[in-house]
């Protein structure tokens, strides 16, 4: 079983601080997706990764993947309240066609 | 488009009841997906399918069944409600199938379910 692992779980912080979330596995993920998802929303997704050392930008979040394709960041410059949500990191698909979710980190941005 | 919509948005039930979460999609997708989210777990896959009338087991498939009878309609089944079946389930779907590995998974806004 292909597991993933992200942390921090929890991280409040004031807005114009930066911060960086980690996504970890000891398994290989043929790609890396990123989603944020809102109370009372699914998720929506952000940004896919696929090439090891991939780097990707979305306006002030930036996204990289590890060289070896087991891990994977999230930075975020200057948050702001706007950025408030759940962020989940997703891997695979497997053989099995199926996406691995992480457990999420859940930001609160403080205006 | 509606994207994916599930029904209902809230649901209680007793221990030993069965019910049916709804799911459908007007994007034509082949693969659609039921998850279950538990705090700090993350999504856990439950069922899945890659198009009308092929249905296969995810992570956590026990004590529900699904079917795929159109493309766009694929429904969650609790067989005997049990309380660990508190959760909040999300449908998603996604093209293409195999590895469309580039493409987004397209959630539902969930149902929340408790089991007293």
């Known amino acids: 079983t292909q597991l993933l692992e992200q942390s921090p779980q929890f991280l409040s912080i004031q807005e114009g601080e930066n911060l960086t979330v980690y996504c970890n596995s000891s398994s290989v993920f043929s790609s890396l997706q990123w989603y944020r998802q809102e109370p009372g929303e699914g998720p929506v997704l952000l940004v896919t990764v696929v090439t090891g050392g991939e780097v990707k930008k979305l306006k002030r979040l930036t996204f990289q993947f590890g060289d070896a394709r087991k891990d994977s960041s999230l930075h975020i410059t200057a948050a702001q309240p706007g950025d408030t949500g759940l962020y989940l990191c997703?891997?695979?698909?497997?053989?099995?066609?199926?996406?691995?979710f992480g457990g999420g980190t859940r930001l609160m941005v403080k205006p | 488009n509606a994207g994916v919509t599930q029904t209902p948005k809230f649901q209680v039930l007793k221990t030993g009841q069965s019910m049916t979460l709804q799911c459908a999609q007007d994007m034509n997708h082949e693969y659609m997906s039921w998850y279950r989210q538990d705090p700090g777990m993350g999504l856990r896959l439950i069922h899945y399918?890659?198009?009308?009338?092929?249905?296969d087991q995810g992570e956590v498939p026990n004590g529900y069944n699904v079917s795929r009878s159109t493309t766009e309609d694929f429904p969650l089944r609790l067989l005997s409600a049990a309380p660990s079946q508190t959760s909040v389930y999300f449908c998603a779907s996604r093209s293409p199938t195999g590895w469309g590995y580039n493409s987004p998974l397209h959630f539902g806004n969930g149902t929340r379910l408790t089991v007293t």
């Open positions: 997703a891997g695979g698909p497997n053989a099995g066609n199926m996406l691995t």
């Open positions: 399918s890659v198009g009308a009338g092929i249905t």
